[in-house]
């Protein structure tokens, strides 16, 4: 099958594309600098806000995945949305006949954060012009350049005691990359998935706080952490951006996430993709071993 992968150059797409080609499948790798893009897949330019240019990387495809999103951005929404909306109407276009997206998890009955209501508001645009999305909705990934991760190991990395907000004591419920590409992978050619969202988790449910000392165990740090209940979102973002590489704009998209629980609470993925997902400690050391890898160049 001919695929699209709209962010072939980002964290889940740099996975992605790879483990499609090993799949057998004819990856275009779409990118905005074809000629900077030395991944797996035919490099394809392509702007999710160009209608011209998705015309032309779409043609010849059966399925694309879109991996797109601007968290960086202080108007986020409106670009995604409106990203969003060119994209479902090329697809049409193109006669496409699926969508996979990677969204977010979150209780549609909370009260969302703007991040991840945005997310609930691109699954619904990306199915607008009529071709079917599938949707796996994950909290946080754990990978080597993730950066709810990568936030998650610098804070257990550069501090040895932490004066937090309440957020570290949200529940989620943290994936590893390498089961949410066999997710992605795994979702394409089963029929019962088109048109339909289904939550992504690892075995574990974890407060945050738990995630980061059990990434302090592994690496044998030692960590206080002190919860203080009147840290703001935006002292708390701040603080992020001083002790992480996380931007300022991007650790406030988080941390206003960060309040909302994020669990499985529909598993039947498990059922069309049948396979046992790694523990959160495997995981990191998976993470830890890749950093590794990818400081020594291999």
Same mark, same amino acid.
């Given at each position: 099958?001919? =695929?699209?992968?709209? /962010?072939? %150059?980002?964290?889940?797409?740099?996975? #992605?594309?790879?483990? !499609?080609? *090993?799949?057998?499948?004819?990856?275009?790798?779409?990118?905005?600098?074809?000629?900077?893009?030395?991944?797996?897949?035919?490099?394809?330019?392509?702007?999710?806000?160009?209608?011209?240019?998705?015309?032309?990387?779409?043609?010849?495809?059966?399925?694309?995945?879109?991996?797109?999103?601007?968290?960086?951005?202080?108007?986020?929404?409106?670009?995604?949305?409106?990203?969003?909306?060119?994209?479902?109407?090329?697809?049409?276009?193109?006669?496409?006949?699926?969508?996979?997206?990677?969204?977010?998890?979150?209780?549609?009955?909370?009260?969302?954060?703007?991040?991840?209501?945005?997310?609930?508001?691109?699954?619904?645009?990306?199915?607008?012009?009529?071709?079917?999305?599938?949707?796996?909705?994950?909290?946080?990934? =754990?990978?080597?350049? /993730?950066? %709810?991760?990568?936030?998650?190991?610098? #804070?257990?990395?550069? !501090?040895? *005691?932490?004066?937090?907000?309440?957020?570290?004591?949200?529940?989620?419920?943290?994936?590893?990359?390498?089961?949410?590409?066999?997710?992605?992978?795994?979702?394409?050619?089963?029929?019962?998935?088109?048109?339909?969202?289904?939550?992504?988790?690892?075995?574990?449910?974890?407060?945050?706080?738990?995630?980061?000392?059990?990434?302090?165990?592994?690496?044998?740090?030692?960590?206080?952490?002190?919860?203080?209940?009147?840290?703001?979102?935006?002292?708390?973002?701040?603080?992020?951006?001083?002790?992480?590489?996380?931007?300022?704009?991007?650790?406030?998209?988080?941390?206003?996430?960060?309040?909302?629980?994020?669990?499985?609470?529909?598993?039947?993925?498990?059922?069309?993709?049948?396979?046992?997902?790694?523990?959160?400690?495997?995981?990191?050391?998976?993470?830890?071993?890749?950093?590794?890898?990818?400081?020594?160049?291999?």
């Amino acid at each position: 099958m001919r =695929v699209l992968v709209a /962010g072939a %150059s980002g964290f889940v797409g740099g996975r #992605l594309c790879p483990a !499609l080609e *090993a799949a057998g499948h004819e990856v275009m790798a779409m990118t905005r600098s074809p000629e900077r893009y030395d991944g797996a897949g035919k490099a394809v330019q392509g702007d999710v806000h160009d209608a011209a240019s998705l015309a032309v990387a779409l043609t010849g495809c059966e399925a694309a995945y879109y991996l797109v999103h601007s968290l960086d951005d202080a108007a986020f929404e409106q670009r995604d949305a409106d990203a969003a909306r060119t994209f479902a109407t090329a697809a049409a276009d193109a006669g496409l006949n699926r969508i996979v997206y990677m969204g977010g998890l979150g209780d549609d009955a909370d009260d969302l954060s703007t991040h991840l209501r945005s997310r609930r508001e691109v699954e619904k645009l990306l199915g607008s012009a009529g071709v079917p999305v599938t949707t796996l909705r994950a909290g946080i990934i =754990v990978g080597h350049g /993730g950066i %709810s991760w990568e936030m998650t190991r610098q #804070l257990v990395e550069r !501090l040895r *005691a932490m004066i937090t907000p309440r957020w570290v004591r949200t529940r989620t419920q943290p994936i590893a990359i390498a089961d949410v590409v066999r997710y992605l992978v795994g979702v394409l050619t089963v029929p019962e998935a088109a048109g339909r969202a289904f939550d992504v988790g690892g075995p574990e449910v974890l407060e945050y706080v738990e995630m980061m000392r059990r990434v302090a165990a592994i690496e044998g740090r030692m960590m206080v952490v002190v919860p203080v209940p009147l840290l703001s979102p935006q002292l708390s973002s701040r603080w992020l951006s001083l002790v992480t590489d996380v931007d300022l704009q991007t650790g406030r998209s988080l941390v206003d996430s960060m309040v909302n629980e994020v669990v499985v609470r529909d598993d039947s993925i498990r059922e069309l993709v049948p396979f046992e997902p790694m523990d959160y400690d495997a995981a990191v050391l998976a993470a830890l071993g890749e950093r590794a890898k990818a400081g020594r160049g291999e």
